[in-house]
């Protein structure tokens, strides 16, 4: 099957549940895009970020630290360190720059994005 013929009600596996470490990125690739997943071990919960930093220019948001400002779950990027919520994917110091943010979720054991 190809992307060509996905819709999008239709989930891909990018990696497997058991590939994820808690506070730890990972980078995938998905419909030729990379990025970046995190599971921050204070929740548990999936976050799936484009892996690209706006501001270094470079494919290296996977690398980022975790944490928290105020309620907001943030990944600091690896170069500048500006902090991106992981919800949203908006950056707490330059609200005019945003990652792009995707559905998660994991299936059968399987990280799956929606295409």
């Known amino acids: 099957m190809t992307t060509n013929t ?21 980078c995938a690739l998905h419909k030729g895009e990379q ?34 400002i105020g309620e ?6 690896p170069l500048y360190k500006q902090h991106f919520d992981l919800r949203s994917g908006e950056c707490l110091e330059d609200d005019s720059k945003a990652l792009k943010t995707y559905q998660i979720r994991v299936e059968d054991g399987q990280v799956q994005l929606l295409a």
């Open 35 to 68: 990025v970046a997943i995190f599971k921050p071990a204070l929740t548990g919960e999936l976050f799936a970020l484009s892996n690209f930093d706006p501001f270094g220019k470079a494919n290296v948001m996977s690398r980022g630290i975790l944490g928290s």
């Open 6 to 26: 996905l819709n999008a009600t239709q989930w891909i596996t990018v990696c497997s549940e058991d590939d994820l470490t808690a506070d730890t990125g990972l």
């Open 72 to 77: 907001s779950l943030v990944v600091a990027s």
